[in-house]
């Protein structure tokens, strides 16, 4: 068979083919070799594609026997056979062919027989088995799951499903959604949502949540998956592997119980008491609400191990631990400060709004939880057949009465234990600002409220960087009393005072003004910088504030849009619906707003996505040394992501070395400050600062 109309019509010879088959036709049937055989195996004749497979040309063929290539017995199978053989080539070699079985209508006697190479197929099938064989031996279901708009197909799934989850292959195969069913209810609208976003983007993802056994027990697991093309027909496909994690979840578990707690007593330890102090005064501020700090030292704990052994020692830590807590609220926090002392905290104490006269309910409270601590002890604890009678002294030191900080109240209140050690053994004492405490604090009342009539204030300004370039991107006004008695008075020092005096709006309104005649100043020199102040919650909530501050802009000639206003995160989840109204007035006037000391307050995410908030501070706590900490690294990446996923600028605060710096310019922070670039300086070494910035980029 040449080709065109010479076709398989030629052989007149036998004139079996004539009126049969078209000419030409066995050459269009099919891309594949294609041979025309007789009943007694006999090639009649082949297409042009015989030679690419075989290596024989038609005319080496025709008239031989299809033993030549494969066996015989091909040509007696029925028509519509298939069968997977190896094909002899002209070079001696073997390929894998598989031959189908064709007849032509009108005569039983002749076989169309077309080999189909299937080498890559049999490569593909040996892959699959080898593939499952490794799949199937590792503990963790391994999975292929496709899908179209919104159905969707599970391709494959390894059999360690039944072992993991206790449901069968077919569970799933039959249901192709059922895993979402089993996905624990609290994680599974995660679950939903991040394969939704895969499906979307093509990403690879792994996450770790909790899935329920058949039986129902809850199990941990680590899905990880990429996003495939199915080449077979084009289909979108997950291909996962999905791990058991539980022991690994229940172990870190452990690690961060221990980490937190008292090994003896399973009470917090100091570290976590200190935490949740930090957090109940945070509240306490927004809500004008009390802090008490309860600090118990036993007063006789040596005779028990001096009489009684170390192991008796240890029966009554872990029998008073336990009867502290009994003299709580369950939203109190009892912990084991170390060896025979232990702290109570008590959060979200009631303030009085009373008279002078009238008790304070912070105060009332407390003093009723030492009074209960003091029954508690008069029953004897039984340690191994001996009745002890244990006695504690306590110190009670309460926010914001004694102090303003975690810190100073736990020492106001180790302060007042040992007090009550001296006086009363076995009782309390309430710390008390007395003598020349009162004397100081009333002297620094005087004097602040001299500086506001007088106006003994100075602006010292702090560069913001942008950590790629060095460039100097804003600068952060912060203001310093020029006492004229003490030198320069940080604001730390008398901030605090002034809020609670109520000089905080004059000292504020100051501020602002200063810091549109310097800008203004800059401006003229040809120096353009942003520039950025802070709003105390007073000026925040003060009544027509965007106009105040936009009268003294217009007066100074200074455009809003060169202005960053902020404002605190406790100050602004304090009211969080009137902070988000106020801010959005600023920003309409061309504002930036930055939030500072992000990750100090209680932050709803929701409600901070719906700030319009240009800049996120994260405060220096979380940076200091956080090339160091793990825990800090994991929290500031977060920050930095968090800050970014909502369209605001990332500024970390206190940097102040290189390995610091390094971290937050690996992590994608774009703006920082600290003392690593510069300390507050007055306004007249700006412009020098700000020309060596530029030569000198901090890198």
């Not at 093509?202 to 199915?230: A, C, F, N, Q, T």
């Not at 020199?525 to 003294?552: M, T």
């Amino acid at each position: 068979m040449s080709s065109g109309a010479e076709g398989v019509g030629s052989f007149d010879d036998d004139g079996e083919l004539a009126g049969l088959i078209e000419a030409g036709a066995l050459l269009d049937a099919t891309p594949e070799c294609l041979l025309v055989v007789r009943a007694d195996g006999s090639i009649l004749d082949a297409n042009d594609q015989v030679e690419e497979l075989t290596g024989f040309a038609r005319g080496e063929l025709v008239g031989r026997s299809i033993e030549l290539l494969v066996a015989s017995d091909v040509v007696a199978l029925p028509a519509g056979s298939r069968v997977e053989t190896v094909c002899l080539r002209a070079g001696g070699d073997g390929i894998a062919v598989e031959v189908r079985v064709g007849a032509i209508d009108g005569d039983a006697r002749l076989r169309v027989l077309t080999l189909r190479d299937t080498t890559e197929l049999r490569a593909g099938r040996d892959a699959e088995v080898k593939f499952r064989a490794l799949v199937e031996q590792i503990s963790a279901i391994t999975y292929t799951w496709a899908w179209d708009a919104d159905r969707y197909f599970v391709r494959y799934v390894s059999p360690q499903l039944e072992e993991i989850l206790g449901y069968a292959v077919a569970d799933w195969i039959a249901d192709p959604t059922a895993w979402y069913g089993w996905v624990h209810p609290e994680d599974r609208a995660g679950v939903i949502d991040e394969n939704k976003r895969c499906e979307r983007t093509g990403e690879p993802h792994s996450m770790v949540y909790r899935m329920l056994r058949k039986d129902g027990s809850v199990i941990w697991v680590e899905d990880s998956w990429v996003v495939v093309d199915d080449e077979r027909d084009g289909r979108r496909v997950f291909q996962g592997v999905v791990f058991d994690v539980t022991a690994r979840k229940e172990a870190e578990a452990e690690i961060a119980f221990r980490a937190n707690h008292d090994k003896l007593t399973n009470l917090p330890n100091r570290h976590l008491f200190e935490e949740m102090l930090e957090k109940a005064i945070a509240r306490a501020r927004r809500h004008d609400h009390g802090v008490g700090v309860l600090y118990l030292d036993l007063d006789n704990f040596k005779l028990v191990n001096d009489s009684l052994g170390h192991h008796a020692g240890d029966e009554l830590l872990v029998e008073l631990g336990e009867r502290l807590r009994t003299c709580t609220r369950d939203t109190d926090l009892v912990a084991r400060q170390g060896g025979d002392e232990f702290l109570l905290l008590l959060a979200d104490l009631e303030r009085g709004t009373g008279g002078p006269d009238a008790p304070d309910p912070s105060m009332v409270v407390t003093e009723s939880v030492a009074s209960r601590i003091h029954d508690a002890l008069a029953e004897p604890f039984d340690l191994n057949g001996t009745q002890f009678y244990a006695t504690g002294s306590i110190g009670v030191s309460l926010f914001p009465q004694d102090a303003q900080d975690a810190e100073s109240l736990l020492r106001n209140a180790d302060a007042a234990m040992y007090q009550s050690k001296k006086q009363e053994p076995g009782g309390y004492v309430v710390f008390a600002t007395e003598g020349d405490d009162a004397l100081k604090k009333l002297s620094l009342t005087t004097r602040l409220r001299e500086a506001v009539h007088q106006e003994h204030w100075v602006l010292h300004w702090q560069p913001i960087y942008d950590i790629e370039t060095g460039d100097v991107e804003s600068l952060e006004a912060l203001v310093r009393w020029l006492d004229p008695n003490g030198g320069l008075v940080p604001p730390g020092e008398f901030i605090p005072l002034a809020e609670e005096l109520g000089l905080i709006e004059a000292i504020g309104d100051w501020v602002i003004a200063e810091v549109v005649r310097q800008q203004a100043d800059w401006a003229a020199s040809g120096l353009d910088l942003r520039v950025g102040f802070n709003l105390s919650p007073r000026q925040l909530w003060s009544a027509h504030l965007a106009e105040k501050i936009l009268a003294k802009l217009r007066a100074g000639g200074v455009d809003p849009g060169s202005v960053v206003v902020e404002i605190t995160e406790s100050t602004a989840m304090a009211d969080p619906d009137r902070t988000q109204k106020i801010l959005s007035e600023l920003h309409a006037w061309g504002f930036s707003l930055a939030l500072d000391d992000f990750g100090t307050g209680y932050s709803s995410l929701a409600r901070l996505k719906h700030m319009p908030v240009d800049v996120l501070k994260i405060d220096r706590a979380f940076i200091r040394d956080v090339h160091l900490d793990a825990g800090l690294a994991s929290m500031v990446r977060a920050m930095i992501q968090l800050a970014q996923g909502l369209e605001m600028v990332p500024l970390a605060e206190g940097v102040e070395t290189q390995q610091e710096l390094e971290f937050l310019r690996g992590n994608g922070c774009r703006l920082a400050q600290g003392f690593l670039f510069s300390r507050p300086v007055p306004a007249d070494q700006i412009p020098a600062l700000v020309t060596r910035t530029f030569e000198r980029a901090p890198h």
